[in-house]
């Protein structure tokens, strides 16, 4: 594997060198990366098991000191690859409240902010492909 990153790199057994490709990963990659499943219902509804996070998602948290938690997402940071939710915070030695991140993988969509139609119109574009391959 080169210094530069390289789209073309498949894949490795070795934990050094998948580390280095995601922290070497453009923004438009690691999108990906910030992905989240999805509940059991909208599993069923979009026929989709996970999707990129989103801000104004309403997500749980499924490891953590903080599990069963849920909140909306209030921000998602693409450069360090975690996210932070409403109302969860931690409070510091000097009494101040500073937000909590979480990596995407330990969060669980439990309903979708739909508000951007190029979204929807996404969810609702693989939900045509897939039911035109299971027809034929």
């Known amino acids: 594997m080169k210094k ?19 922290e070497n990963s453009p923004l438009h990659l690691r999108k990906k990366f910030l992905s989240a499943n999805l509940a059991k219902e909208l599993r069923k509804k979009h026929k989709k098991r996970s999707i990129s996070l989103r801000k104004g998602d309403l997500v749980k948290v499924m490891r953590g ?4 938690k849920e909140g909306k997402i209030e ?7 975690r996210a932070s939710i409403e109302g969860i915070k931690k409070q510091k ?6 937000n909590i991140h979480f990596n995407a993988s330990n969060l669980q969509i439990k309903n979708l902010n739909l508000d951007d139609k190029e979204r929807e119109k996404i969810l609702l574009k693989k939900n045509e492909i897939k039911e035109n391959k299971t027809s034929k």
């Open 4 to 22: 530069q990153f390289s789209i073309h790199w498949k894949s490795s057994k070795q934990k050094r060198k998948k580390v280095k490709y995601k």
């Open 65 to 68: 000191e903080f599990y069963g």
């Open 75 to 81: 921000s998602v940071d693409l450069k360090k690859m």
């Open 93 to 98: 030695k000097d009494g101040s409240k500073i």
